[in-house]
Each structure stands twice: as structure tokens, then as C-alpha cells.
T-cell receptor, first 109, second 117 residues
Framework: RKEVEQDPGPFNVPEGATVAFNCTYSNSASQSFFWYRQDCRKEPKLLMSVYSSGNEDGRFTAQLNRASQYISLLIRDSKLSDSATYLCVVNVKDYKLSFGAGTTVTVRA | NAGVTQTPKFRILKIGQSMTLQCTQDMNHNYMYWYRQDPGMGLKLIYYSVGAGITDKGEVPNGYNVSRSTTEDFPLRLELAAPSQTSVYFC????????????????FGPGTRLTVL
């Protein structure tokens, strides 16, 4: 079983729509969770950390479900600039992170 | 504060050639990492370092070597390049948050796009 699994998509949504997707992780001892954003052929950049109580950053909301070992990301009022690949990232041991293969989101005008 | 820098940005190698990918960070981070990313795939950890003088293998270390003589620099060496090493290579760094007792996010360099023909 992969350490982090994501639905690859693509999710094609119109501007202004809401889009949500999950990822699952296999290591129940994981303590740190992140969503990264990666634009085509560029380096991954941190979008937001995911906290146990769930957290919001503007139009982005992240949730963590430890019992079911999944993390979700919801994007409200999608913008064209939200088109990217979103990487689910989980720490597997202390400072080592495991990256999902990514979920592709395309926002159309 | 430049963050994580990598050179070169692009490189084409012939089979059997060697090269060193350079990575430097100016954030005084203890932890540094090398990943490769193949098209449509996730990042795979090649090597990592928890501090100067200490390195260890990741998931896919074969065909690569690293050194960490300073906190800032973490070069990746490819010996006898093979077509299977055609990929995008990312260097990253991170730190331990003493106040939060947690390992924090990784910061990435812009990547080196390597083609082996």
C-alpha cells in the first residue's frame, strides 16, 4: 500500500465553483500534514499546513480525519489561478515527508 | 534571503557521463533532501541529511551520491549517467520547530531538469 494516495483527477470546474478532494495515508503515527501546490514544471510550494481541528486560509479549507486516515482540501469560489496540481504530504518519520502523486485541478472561464 | 537555490537549471548528459547538481540554502536549516520527480509521478526521496557530516539513503539512492560538508550545501553526484536518471531533481530543506516540537514543512529549490541520452 502506498504511504499517501490521491485521486489524480483531473477535476475540471468552472470559475466560481467549489471543488474538494481527499487523500489517504497509511501511517497512523503520522503527525504533520500539508497541502502543497505545484504548477507545471515548477517546484512544489506550501499551500497550507493541516491541523487536527481543521483550518481555513481564505478560500481554502483543510480537514484531517485521523480515525479514517484521510485529509481533505476544499477550494471555494475557484479562480483561474487555482489551476494546478495539489500534493498531499504526510510525515512518515520525524523529518521525512511522503508526497502523494497529486490531484490536478483545472478551472475554466 | 534567496531560500533554496539549485544549479544548473537544465542539463543534457550522455550515457556514462558524470555530473554534480548543486544545492544551497541560506535559511540555516538542519535538514536537507534530494528528490526526483518523473512525469506524472510523485516525488521520490533519493538522499537526505540531518546536519553537516550526516547523510542517509532515501527510497531510490542507486546511482547517486551526496555529501554535506556545511549546513548550507548539499550537492548530489551522478556517476555513470543512465537514461533512467532522466528526471527533474528538486532539493529541499526544513527545520525543527523547538517551540512547537514539530518538524515543519520543506522548502524547495526551483529544480534541475536533467536529460540523459
Amino acid at each position: 500500500r502506498k504511504e499517501v494516495e490521491q485521486d489524480p483527477g483531473p477535476f475540471n470546474v468552472p470559475e466560481g465553483a467549489t471543488v474538494a478532494f481527499n487523500c489517504t495515508y497509511s501511517n497512523s503515527a503520522s503527525q504533520s500534514f500539508f497541502w502543497y501546490r505545484q504548477d507545471c514544471r515548477k517546484e512544489p510550494k506550501l499551500l497550507m499546513s493541516v491541523y487536527s481541528s481543521g483550518n481555513e486560509d481564505g478560500r481554502f479549507t483543510a480537514q484531517l480525519n485521523r480515525a479514517s486516515q484521510y485529509i481533505s482540501l476544499l477550494i471555494r469560489d475557484s479562480k483561474l489561478s487555482d489551476s494546478a496540481t495539489y500534493l498531499c504530504v504526510v510525515n512518515v518519520k520525524d523529518y521525512k515527508l511522503s508526497f502523494g502523486a497529486g490531484t490536478t485541478v483545472t478551472v475554466r472561464a | 534571503n534567496a531560500g533554496v537555490t539549485q544549479t544548473p537549471k537544465f542539463r543534457i548528459l550522455k550515457i556514462g557521463q558524470s555530473m554534480t547538481l548543486q544545492c544551497t540554502q541560506d535559511m540555516n536549516h538542519n535538514y536537507m533532501y534530494w528528490y526526483r520527480q518523473d512525469p506524472g509521478m510523485g516525488l521520490k526521496l533519493i538522499y537526505y541529511s540531518v546536519g553537516a557530516g550526516i547523510t542517509d539513503k532515501g527510497e531510490v539512492p542507486n546511482g547517486y551520491n551526496v555529501s554535506r560538508s556545511t549546513t548550507e550545501d548539499f550537492p548530489l553526484r551522478l556517476e555513470l549517467a543512465a537514461p533512467s536518471q532522466t528526471s527533474v531533481y528538486f532539493c529541499a530543506s526544513s527545520y525543527y520547530g523547538a517551540l512547537t516540537s514539530s518538524y515543519n514543512e520543506q522548502f524547495f529549490g526551483p529544480g534541475t531538469r536533467l536529460t540523459v541520452l
